[in-house]
């Protein structure tokens, strides 16, 4: 049982070139979620999906597409990569229902030069 | 807007009790929750609050406050490994969460 796991763990891109960060979760869970993490902020919601072939815009979306494969994977790409989208990338997946927490990824740095 | 607000950073020592406040302004609650995450790592879920009242497990508690916007997590007979930082969560009336920017917990022996 490995969680979630997210690639690649570390990568630095030059502005304008494009990536894409994978993330998998073996938990038979519902929800998934992108976040990025910057200093002295707190976790800000990039896109989510509440199930297979569903996806939403969180609180900073521009910039960022997603797509929920299947029911384990959900990717999230940038297609020109700019210097303000350095930051680390967590992925998170939870079960339906506003009670249960979410299990996260260990993380991807991105630097963008 | 929605705001929550915890220290920036804390300092304690090795074998005593902290208390880490998280006060928050949000259109609606759902749910209170408090993670740990040590530096370079993932955030791990520590204890969620929906009612008001004290949470207990093991050396951590939480505590909600609904009228008053406000919650603690309250860490006994620290130990080093608790260095880390510690996120408040909250779940708006949307089913959004909104997390605070952390409190970093230093522990000196």
């Known amino acids: 049982n490995a969680g979630v796991t997210q690639t690649p763990k570390f990568r630095v891109l030059k502005t304008g070139q494009s990536m894409t960060l994978l993330c998998a979760q073996d938990m038979n869970h519902e929800y998934m979620y992108w976040y990025r993490q910057d200093p002295g902020m707190g976790l800000r919601l990039i896109h989510y999906s509440v199930g297979e072939g569903t996806t939403a815009k969180g609180e900073v979306p521009d910039g960022y597409n997603v797509s929920r494969l299947n029911k384990r994977e959900f990717s999230l790409r940038l297609e020109s990569a700019a210097p303000s989208q350095t930051s680390v990338y967590f992925c998170?997946?939870?079960?339906?229902?506003?009670?249960?927490?979410?299990?996260f990824g260990p993380g991807t740095r991105l630097t963008v030069t | 807007g929605q705001n929550i607000d915890q220290p920036t950073e804390m300092t304690a020592t090795e074998g005593a009790i902290v208390q880490i406040n998280c006060t928050y302004q949000t259109s609606g609650f759902n749910g209170l929750f408090w993670y740990q995450q040590h530096a370079g790592e993932a955030p791990t879920f520590l204890s969620y609050?929906?009612l008001d009242g004290l949470e207990e497990k093991g050396r951590f508690s939480s505590f909600l406050s609904r009228s008053k916007g406000y919650s603690y997590l309250l860490l006994k007979e620290l130990q080093m490994k608790d260095s880390a930082s510690y996120l408040c969560?909250?779940?708006?009336?949307?089913?959004?969460?909104?997390w605070g920017a952390g409190t970093k917990l230093i522990i000196k022996p």
């Open positions: 969560a909250v779940r708006d009336g949307n089913y959004q969460l909104i």
């Open positions: 998170a997946s939870s079960y339906q229902g506003s009670s249960y927490e979410q299990y």
């Open positions: 609050n929906v």
